[in-house]
């Protein structure tokens, strides 16, 4: 199995454009994407996100935080374990929070969820975009699987 860690950041006119705004920058914007729990297999590779074919449907699990008013910062993690076993993901967001907190509010809940199922965490990976809101602003991270 392989997977990208892949975020992007956007504004636009409405919640939603803004979100798909955030998508097209990640780079998986023109997918259609399955939100899956938070395990990914042993011998799981992290790769470059490659170029997706339109119309996809792509498991991921995702980070996403959109807000309307200007001036707000949001930020969007993601965080991966791996062990030699298995290992987890973990997403979250804020607004107006210290990015360096939710990053490692994200490094805590991950190793937790490791450590809950008995796992040695022999790395982790950390994916996380910060964004001053303009007009309407989102941001995303993302753990994409690819087959």
Known sequence: MKISITSGKSEGPTNLNAFDNA??????????????????PKGTEIVKLPKLKPGTMVNCVLSHVTSQRRGDHITAAIAVAQSKDFGCVVENAGINTDP????????E???????????????????????????????????????
């Open 109 to 147: 809940m991950v190793k937790y969820m490791m450590d809950v199922r008995s796992l040695q965490i022999d790395e982790i990976f950390v994916e996380e975009i910060n964004h001053t809101v303009k007009n309407v602003g989102s941001a995303v991270a993302a753990v994409v699987y690819l087959e």
């Open 100 to 107: 360096a907190k939710i990053r490692e509010e994200t490094v």
């Open 23 to 40: 998508l097209l920058n990640a780079g998986i914007g023109d997918v259609n994407l399955i939100k899956v729990s938070s395990i990914i």
